[in-house]
C-alpha cells in the first residue's frame, strides 16, 4: 500500500496564499487534491498524472491553485493563491494506482491522506 502524508494547511486572511504538499510512500499514476467543507460532499480539486505531468483543474480553483509534482520525492505540492473564504475546507490527498485525465472523482483513488485544514477568513 501507498503511504500519503499531507503538510502546509493553515489559516490565512482572504487573498492570502498557502502551499499543501503531500508525500507517497511509493509510486502512483495519479495524484489529487480533495477538499471538503463542513456539511458538503467532498469535492475533486486538481489532479495529475504523474506518468504524464497533465493535470485537470476543477472550475473553482482554475487561475488560482497550481500543482506541481516533485518525481524524484514522490511529493505533490498544491499552491494556492487569492485564497477566499469559500476554499475553507478539510483537504485531501489522495493517489491512483491507474493513470487520470478529465474530471476527479472520489471512487478513482486508492489511498487517501489524513487531511490537513485550511481555513480563509
Known amino acids: 500500500d501507498v503511504q500519503l502524508v499531507e503538510s502546509g494547511g493553515g489559516s490565512v486572511q482572504t487573498g492570502g496564499t498557502l502551499r499543501l504538499s503531500c508525500a507517497a510512500s511509493?509510486?502512483?499514476?495519479?495524484m489529487a487534491w480533495f477538499r471538503q467543507a463542513p456539511g458538503k460532499e467532498r469535492e475533486g480539486v486538481v489532479s495529475i498524472n504523474t506518468q504524464l505531468g497533465t493535470t485537470y483543474y476543477a472550475d473553482p480553483v482554475k487561475g488560482r491553485f497550481t500543482i506541481a509534482q516533485d518525481n524524484a520525492k514522490n511529493t505533490v505540492y498544491l499552491q494556492m493563491n487569492s485564497l477566499k473564504p469559500e476554499d475553507t475546507a478539510m483537504y485531501y490527498c489522495?493517489?491512483?494506482?491507474?493513470?487520470?485525465?478529465?474530471?476527479?472523482?472520489?471512487?478513482?483513488?486508492?489511498?487517501w491522506g489524513q487531511g490537513t485544514q485550511v481555513t480563509v477568513s
Open positions: 511509493g509510486d502512483t499514476y495519479c
Open positions: 489522495a493517489a491512483a494506482k491507474i493513470a487520470c485525465g478529465g474530471p476527479i472523482t472520489a471512487n478513482w483513488y486508492d489511498y
